[in-house]
T-cell receptor, first 111, second 117 residues
Framework: GNSVTQMEGPVTLSEEAFLTINCTYT??????LFWYVQYPGEGLQLLLK?????DKGSNKGFEATYRKETTSFHLEKGSVQVSDSAVYFC??????????FGAGTRLFVKA | GAGVSQSPRYKVAKRGQDVALRCDPI?????LFWYQQALGQGPEFLTY????????KSGLPSDRFFAERPEGSVSTLKIQRTQQEDSAVYLC???????????????FGPGTRLTVT
């Protein structure tokens, strides 16, 4: 069945460091891929998405490229801020109405 | 209110009690989803409504779980005879359009944290 695997956290970085959160997936067909973010005390919100191979989703300085050959959708940001501290979820949808989420990766950014 | 709201935010139930969790989606949103999120895990799909029609309930873990959206807006998730393994955060999300490969953005509520003692 469809699944999403993302790197375990927590990830702790200093401000302005480079961020990578790895995400790989297993899916039939051609899924759409998403990154959601949950800031402390808030609900999940969509950060970025990509709907076909080689698409790059980007938002708020974050980027992720849909790599079909490696079945990956790694999240990157060149310079993190304290305000980026949150839990990040990789997710996919492949037909039907279900979105499959990874377990989440908690990011702490220190000033 | 601009966002998805859920009530109550916290619920403690004794094992065997019935509970009802409410979701108010964004006005005009056609699609509504319920998810269950266990501690330290990602959300897991429970069920999907398009207006008042429940088109997918494959994620409901047992027949003790029941969801409805009778007028195509507010939705209620009911859990009968609660068990300890039902303890989780229950998330509701709504989306403007009808779903095609889940490409439409889902807007999530803050969740209801259910603790069964």
């Amino acid at each position: 069945g469809n699944s999403v695997t993302q790197m375990e956290g927590p990830v702790t970085l200093s401000e302005e460091a480079f961020l990578t959160i790895n995400c790989t997936y297993t899916a039939t067909g051609y899924p759409s891929l998403f990154w959601y973010v949950q800031y402390p005390g808030e609900g999940l919100q969509l950060l970025l998405k990509a709907t076909k191979a080689d698409d790059k989703g980007s938002n708020k300085g974050f980027e992720a490229t849909y790599r079909k050959e490696t079945t990956s959708f790694h999240l990157e940001k060149g310079s993190v801020q304290v305000s980026d501290s949150a839990v990040y979820f990789c997710a996919l949808s492949s037909g039907g109405f279900k979105t499959i989420f990874g377990a989440g990766t908690r990011l702490f950014v220190k000033a | 209110g601009a966002g998805v709201s859920q009530s109550p935010r916290y619920k403690v139930a004794k094992r065997g009690q019935d509970v009802a969790l409410r979701c108010d989606p964004i006005s005009g949103h056609v699609s509504l989803f319920w998810y269950q999120q266990a501690l330290g895990q990602g959300p897991e799909f429970l069920t999907y409504f398009q207006n008042e029609a429940q088109l997918d309930k494959s994620g409901l873990p047992s027949d003790r779980f029941f969801a409805e959206r009778p007028e195509g807006s507010v939705s209620t998730l009911k859990i009968q005879r609660t068990q300890q393994e039902d303890s989780a955060v229950y998330l509701c999300a709504s989306s403007l359009g009808r779903l095609v490969r889940a490409q439409h953005e889902q807007y999530f509520g803050p969740g209801t944290r259910l603790t069964v003692t």
